[in-house]
């Protein structure tokens, strides 16, 4: 599987960003896909899961009601759409791919298979 995480850059507080992560390799619906963040001097940490059905998703608290998970099996993609942003939630960006035979599989804290490059988010203030 490859992954090609997107759509990062520089925003001012309370704007919005999408990001993207295009996959390839394998059914892109049979597994699920994770949004995790990494700021400077922090440990990575998970920001949105979201099943491989697209039914279920779980979202960090920090960015509860202000991110949202979704995913275009058609297109073998999954989006991160982040509004109304603020300078914590500066960071690299990565998409990550957990397999499952479940559709419905919402993986967290667990570890993950495939990891992509990451994407720069800044929000200046």
């Known amino acids: 599987v490859q992954l090609q995480a997107s759509g990062g850059g520089l925003v001012q507080t309370g704007g919005s960003l999408r990001l993207s992560c295009a996959a390839s390799?394998?059914?892109?619906?049979?597994?699920?896909m994770g949004w995790f963040r990494q700021a400077p001097g922090k440990e990575r940490g998970i920001v949105a899961v979201?099943?491989?059905?697209?039914?279920?998703?779980y979202y960090s608290d920090s960015v509860k009601g202000r991110f949202t998970i979704s995913r275009d099996n058609a297109k073998s993609t999954v989006y991160l759409q982040m509004n109304s942003l603020k300078p914590e939630d500066t960071a690299v960006y990565y998409c990550?791919?957990?397999?499952?035979?479940?559709?419905?599989?919402?993986?967290?804290?667990?570890?993950?298979?495939?990891w992509g490059r990451g994407t720069q988010v800044t929000v200046s203030s």
């Open positions: 990550a791919v957990k397999f499952s035979s479940s559709s419905r599989y919402l993986p967290v804290g667990t570890s993950y298979d495939y």
């Open positions: 979201i099943s491989g059905s697209g039914t279920n998703t």
């Open positions: 390799g394998r059914t892109f619906s049979s597994y699920a």
